[in-house]
């Protein structure tokens, strides 16, 4: 069977360690030894030590500005519903290295900073992304949508991260659901013209019509 | 007229070399001779360099929590709009130190980051109150309510930090306004009875009512 490539097997070997002897007292030198690999090797791969946590977030934002820029979705919010399910797949992709790297944040300050910080990313980009697009929309309402979108896939990926969603893919498009109807306007404002207003009633239509009539009539204008 | 206290002389030491030198060049020896204090003064009323540049984040942190503790307004989402007031409120009371701040945090990667972590904190402090508190609502729903409110704050302030906003408290409400109106449920599921449908038209009521009847008498059941 052939070996993993050296960056993935840099990357095992960091995880080990850090699991190991705790983060900051793994050096680079100490990685590459466990990978069986050079110190030289590990900086062809990666900047540093905790960018072979972070290995990919540059080319996922980068990916997700794309998949923006040739989006055909009916609006720009669902635009930014379907590019953000890049971000979700690309930790589904990652599977157990993922798992290892919210466990690690979860205990190293610095890192779980860093993590915070490249949500924000994602957050800014989709911001633009919004205010952009919609001459209509003002930038609070685009800064409103960035956010709620960023927080629905965070719910989804935080759950998956903790094993507690078997199925993320089918509960993030929930929670996206559940972010467009947030922003799906339920009702219009007045226009000129005679207005029917909506309401339930056990009354049969036949009673109900002279009543309606009555009301709209003899309402104040 | 008295000298400032030590601890704001520091801050403005501190920020005055930041603009000149840069902030990496800018040394704790530095800023104390600038202030004509000592080295051992400043570590007295800071930890870091990088402490004074965000000095307060922690006790405002703690005053969010309490207020929110105490909270009396009819809603959970209602009480977090009125803390993250609090927020606001220690920014526009720093006044130019808050904005020389946000100049520095423009250009200095990881101060950003710090920065970004800080509201990090508020939005999470919001998100488990929101939970702890809807015993009905989801915690999708905490998460989302969290990062509007959060979002609407940053909005403002951001705003008001580049001098864009000459009324940011009454910016704020507004925005807030907006973000308890989004998560207001607009319409209730059918129930059994006569469903009476919403819509406007000019034409006249009385050519209006046998139009309805029809339409309802042959809509598929």
């Not at 013209?193 to 003899?218: K, M, N, W, Y």
Request: net charge neutral; proline share 5%.
């Amino acid at each position: 069977m052939d070996k993993p490539p050296a960056r993935e097997r840099l990357a095992r070997a960091a995880f080990d360690l850090f699991n190991e002897r705790g983060y900051e007292q793994t050096t680079v030198d100490d990685i590459a030894e466990r990978a069986g690999l050079g110190r030289a090797t590990f900086f062809r791969h990666y900047r540093s030590k905790e960018d072979v946590i972070f290995p990919d977030h540059d080319r996922l934002l980068d990916q997700v500005r794309d998949r923006l820029r040739s989006a055909s979705q009916d609006t720009p919010l669902a635009a930014v519903c379907d590019a953000v399910r890049l971000v979700l797949a690309h930790y589904l992709h990652e599977g157990d290295l993922a798992r290892r790297r919210y466990a690690l944040t979860s205990t190293v300050p610095a890192l779980r900073d860093r993590e915070i910080v490249s949500v924000a990313r994602y957050q800014k980009l989709f911001r633009e992304y919004l205010a952009g697009q919609q001459s209509d929309a003002t930038e609070l309402h685009a800064e409103l949508m960035a956010a709620a979108v960023a927080a629905a896939h965070n719910h989804v990926l935080r759950r998956w991260l903790r094993g507690e969603s078997a199925d993320p893919l089918r509960e993030v498009d929930a929670a996206l659901r559940q972010v467009i109807v947030l922003f799906t306007p339920q009702h219009r404002e007045p226009a000129d013209g005679t207005t029917v207003v909506a309401f339930r009633t056990s009354q049969p239509l036949d009673s109900l019509l002279p009543t309606l009539q009555h009301l709209i009539e003899t309402a104040p204008h």
